[in-house]
């Protein structure tokens, strides 16, 4: 029941933000869901085990209709920024031209991985040859002219988590501001057997806008 229902928040939001691009309005989703289920912030359950549910399971978690209308900022993605994916998995030209319906060729074009992606989500793995990585997001003000957002980690389990700015301020809408954030290892690298992903999230909240960046990151 889950595609319904998204889809028809897709289409409400599409309906008041008509300029917006299909990756915008997933991120206006994924950005104002809610994580848990309970006023104690509870994360939501596994409706067979009644543990917590994973965060591959749960995604961002429950969608809010009246919030994806109104989510102040927005990650945006390009048709340049799939390209740059779809070269990235190794497809070749012809694969490209298939997927896009159109000529297309990877050469001189930037590979990007599913990290890179300007995705309002992040998914990293870490490993022991790799303890430490770092992606990029860009968001566009689409709340008030003049806002300003603190950012609140959650960090995941044996992970520490740096941004490049811990304050994002705006001085008019479709501004764009970009920022860093670096995954570290904390302490020793999980035992095989131990929980391989973990979970987190990026809280930017300016008092009237709340937008969250569910993370998972994968000891692999």
């Known amino acids: 029941m889950a595609t319904p229902h998204v ?5 409400l939001v599409r309906s008041k933000h008509l300029d917006w691009t299909p990756a915008e309005i997933i991120s206006a989703i994924v950005t104002t869901s809610n994580d848990s289920w ?6 939501i359950a596994d409706d067979i085990s009644y543990k917590t549910a994973g965060i591959y399971a749960t995604g961002a978690g429950q969608v809010n209709p009246n919030k994806a209308m109104d989510p102040g900022l927005v990650f945006g993605l390009t048709l340049n920024d799939y390209i740059g994916y779809l070269c990235g998995l190794g497809y070749e030209d012809w694969e490209v031209m298939v997927t896009l319906g159109r000529k297309q060729s990877c050469k001189g074009v930037k ?19 790799t303890p430490s ?4 997001r860009t968001v566009k003000n689409v709340g008030d002219a003049r806002e300003g957002y603190s950012a609140k ?5 044996g992970v520490t988590i740096y941004l490049s700015t811990y304050k994002l301020q705006f001085t008019r809408l479709d501004q764009e501001l970009s920022y860093n954030i670096n995954f570290s290892l904390k302490g020793a ?11 987190g999230k990026i809280v930017w909240d300016s008092g ?10 994968c000891f692999s």
């Open 7 to 11: 889809s028809g928040i897709a289409a």
């Open 38 to 43: 309970t006023a104690a912030g509870d994360l």
């Open 111 to 129: 590979h990007l991985t599913a990290s890179e992606l300007n995705y309002p989500s992040i998914a990293v793995n870490l490993t022991r040859s």
């Open 133 to 136: 990585q770092t992606v990029s």
């Open 153 to 157: 980690i959650t960090e995941p389990v």
């Open 189 to 199: 690298y999980p035992s095989q057997g131990s929980d391989m992903i973990r979970r």
């Open 208 to 217: 009237k806008h709340v937008v969250t960046t569910p993370i998972a990151v």
